[in-house]
């Protein structure tokens, strides 16, 4: 079983920002910590990108891709492996999401 992303998680920015990990799903948890939804949106902070020397951070990160089978409301949980896009304040995307660390228990749907 791929590993799942919780509130515990840890995701950032490829340029070192944090992602602040909020969801709406209030049901389902693992070892306490809500499991993450595709439909999630995480702002970020600490992103220190400024290509050319013009400040430009990452401050949200939105999911493109979550788990194919296993959804909370129809809407589908974020694995390890799911696709998180960085994006700035003009909606400029500006990389892939770092999955750090992840929850290692199933989840009991």
């Known amino acids: 079983m791929v590993p ?10 490829p340029h070192a920002g944090q992602a602040v990990l909020v969801t709406s799903n209030t049901v389902s948890h693992v070892d306490g910590a809500p499991v993450l ?8 902070v600490g992103c220190v990108f ?19 089978m296993t959804n909370v409301w129809g ?24 999955i750090v660390q992840t929850q290692q228990h199933a989840l009991g749907i």
Do not use: F, K
């Open 4 to 13: 799942l992303l919780t509130t515990t998680s840890t995701v950032m920015c």
């Open 37 to 44: 939804l595709e439909s999630d949106v995480h702002p970020v």
């Open 50 to 68: 400024a290509p050319g020397g013009v400040l430009t951070p990452c401050l949200m990160i939105r999911w493109a891709a979550g788990a194919t």
């Open 75 to 98: 809407i589908p949980v974020l694995l390890q492996s799911s696709i998180g896009i960085c994006y700035n304040a003009m909606q400029a995307p500006q990389g892939l999401a770092l």
